[in-house]
Nanobody
Framework: QVHLVESGGGLVQAGGSLRLSCAAS????????MTWYRQAPGKQRELVAS???????NYVDSVKGRFTISRDNAKNTVYLQMNSLKPEDTALYYC??????????WGQGTQVTVSS
């Protein structure tokens, strides 16, 4: 069992930055994939960014060039650096870890609110 705890959310003005952290209770070294999702009120959950075990990254088009996902295996943490934030980025942000041989764990989420 792996527990994930997200932090770093908050209220920020449009154009500002936040860095989200997702700390795992165990080693993430073997994690095949670590992913950030978000869900805004009344909308479906959306994949925001992911990073593989080998460091390959993927982003939803709406955040490309603004958000950066990274992982620190030594700290068992994955980060989401969010720059040039927009009101439409307002959502509850979750992280997910995929461990072999097919286990998925989710955090509780951290709220990001961007004011115009």
């Amino acid at each position: 069992q792996v527990h994930l705890v997200e932090s770093g959310g908050g209220l920020v003005q449009a154009g500002g930055s936040l860095r989200l952290s997702c700390a795992a209770s165990g080693s993430i070294f073997s994690a095949n994939l670590m992913t950030w999702y978000r869900q805004a009120p009344g909308k479906q959950r959306e994949l925001v960014a992911s990073v593989t075990r080998f460091g390959s990254t993927n982003y939803v088009d709406s955040v490309k060039g603004r958000f950066t996902i990274s992982r620190d295996n030594a700290k068992n943490t994955v980060y989401l650096q969010m720059n040039s934030l927009k009101p439409e980025d307002t959502a509850l942000y979750y992280c997910r870890i995929s461990l072999p041989p097919g286990y998925d764990y989710w955090g509780q989420g951290t709220q990001v609110t961007v004011s115009s």
